[in-house]
């Protein structure tokens, strides 16, 4: 059974940071894209950023730029999201997803985990 778990989430002060951690089973990212949506409170889902797996390719949201780094290890089979500078606008149920392409449509992909608060007080 694929299963993705995320961790990290918390509550920040704007201008700080945390780092979100999506792990899974090395079948589960293995030629895949791994991407990070969120959604805040009355709001759609967003892309938030993605990489591919295997050549470390990376892509961000505007909104997101220049603050979030997006990175994977190997060794620990896990997806990162480096968040910094966070805004108030940031605050939402981030989710981690594995889907073959590292694109900005979540339909795209093919497993979700259950997501990881992100609360950022102003």
């Known amino acids: 059974q694929v299963q993705l778990v995320e961790s990290g989430g918390g509550l920040v002060q704007a201008g700080g940071s945390l780092r979100l951690s999506c792990a899974a089973s090395?079948?589960?990212?293995?030629?895949?894209?791994v991407g990070w949506f969120r959604r805040a409170p009355g709001k759609e889902r967003e892309f938030v950023a993605a990489?591919?797996?295997?050549?470390?390719?990376?892509y961000y949201a505007d909104s997101v730029k220049g603050r979030f780094t997006i990175s994977r290890d190997f060794a620990k089979n896990t997806v990162y999201l480096q968040m910094s500078s966070l805004k108030p606008e940031d605050t939402a149920l981030y989710y981690c997803?594995?889907?073959?392409?590292?694109?900005?449509?979540?339909?795209?992909?093919?497993?979700w985990g259950q997501g990881t608060q992100v609360t950022v007080s102003s």
């Open positions: 997803a594995a889907g073959r392409l590292p694109v900005q449509n979540g339909t795209e992909y093919d497993y």
């Open positions: 090395a079948r589960t990212f293995s030629g895949r894209a």
């Open positions: 990489v591919t797996w295997s050549w470390s390719t990376t």
